[in-house]
Nanobody, 123 residues
Framework: EVQLQASGGGLVQAGGSLRLSCAAS????????IGWFRQAPGKEREGVSA????????YYWDSVKGRFTISRDKAKNTVFLLMNSLLPEDTAVYYC????????????????WGKGTQVTVSS
């Protein structure tokens, strides 16, 4: 059974930092990219960042470039998202997701979803 266990959300003031974790199990990890989407109230789910579990290559959506850093610990099958300089518009439920290598990292191509974790940034 594939499981993506997300953790690390919370409430933080604007300008602060949070680190999300996504612990994955039941996958052949080198065959996937793992990353994050987010969904704010009344908005569509959007991409945040992704990392190839095989070679560590990363991708960031424009809204978070320069502020967020994604990384992986292959020994622990865990992906981390360090979020710095948080803005109120970063407030959303963040979802960990796995997409098979060779596919685009987008909502319609997600193979496995984790449960969301709430991130709230106060102004």
């Amino acid at each position: 059974e594939v499981q993506l266990q997300a953790s690390g959300g919370g409430l933080v003031q604007a300008g602060g930092s949070l680190r999300l974790s996504c612990a994955a199990s039941g996958l052949t990890f080198d065959d996937y990219a793992i990353g994050w989407f987010r969904q704010a109230p009344g908005k569509e789910r959007e991409g945040v960042s992704a990392i190839s579990m095989k070679d560590g290559s990363t991708y960031y959506w424009d809204s978070v470039k320069g502020r967020f850093t994604i990384s992986r610990d292959k020994a622990k099958n865990t992906v981390f998202l360090l979020m710095n300089s948080l803005l109120p518009e970063d407030t959303a439920v963040y979802y960990c997701a796995a997409v098979a290598s060779g596919k685009y990292f987008r909502v319609d191509d997600v193979d496995y979803w984790g449960k969301g974790t709430q991130v709230t940034v106060s102004s």
